[in-house]
């Protein structure tokens, strides 16, 4: 570089936020991206009857039918971008492109519906992708203790398992913080 330049190379990292439909994905990445998130949803239409439970989530109209994107630039030279997969398995034929490349993943799981999860912490598991479980407070509550959803995850005990508000910045990137710190001991760890 000469020294009368001050250019920058940026380093990139890719994290990917999962989870099942409903779970708060879209809104994680909203939260805390430093530019208006990409968002790709459509509006809910009689053929998601019958496959999407809105149960409880009767007031969602659109759902991710691609991905969601959103960029944090965390110093001039570091800039972290943010991929949410969309959450119902119709759609899951995108997660080999958006997982490639990525340091890990955030899980999102709601606790009334631990079991949509399953199926993204079993596609982490199987890719060797190091990944953190963050329980988004649906109204501000946090029903279970975080040692509880991991009983009922059977996630190992390194995997982290984190309380966050997913509309919340400062939430958001403290369950980032938590994945990447997990992410670096994962990779130290199998370089040794």
Not at 129 to 140: K, R, S, T
């Amino acid at each position: 570089m000469d020294s009368r330049t001050s250019e920058v190379r940026a380093t990139s990292v890719k994290i990917v936020v999962a989870g099942g439909f409903g779970v708060g994905k879209t809104t994680f990445v909203g939260a805390v991206s430093e530019i208006d998130p990409l968002t790709t949803e459509a509006v809910m239409t009689a053929a998601s009857l019958g496959v999407d439970d809105l149960s409880l989530t009767p007031d969602k109209v659109a759902t991710t039918v691609a991905m969601d994107f959103g960029r944090i630039s965390l110093k001039d030279d570091l800039i972290l971008y943010l991929f949410g997969t969309p959450g119902q398995n119709r759609f899951w034929f995108m997660w080999d492109d958006l997982c490639r490349g990525a340091i890990g993943a955030v899980v999102l799981v709601d606790t009334r519906r631990l079991a949509d999860c399953f199926s993204a912490i079993d596609y982490f598991e199987d890719a060797r992708l190091p990944y953190a479980i963050g329980i988004n407070g649906f109204h501000g509550q946090q029903s279970h203790a975080a040692e509880d959803v991991r009983e009922a995850l059977a996630v190992p005990p390194n995997v982290p398992v984190v309380p966050c508000d997913a509309r919340d910045r400062e939430s958001v990137k403290g369950m980032l913080i938590h994945l990447v710190q997990h992410a670096m001991a994962s990779f130290a760890a199998a370089a040794r």
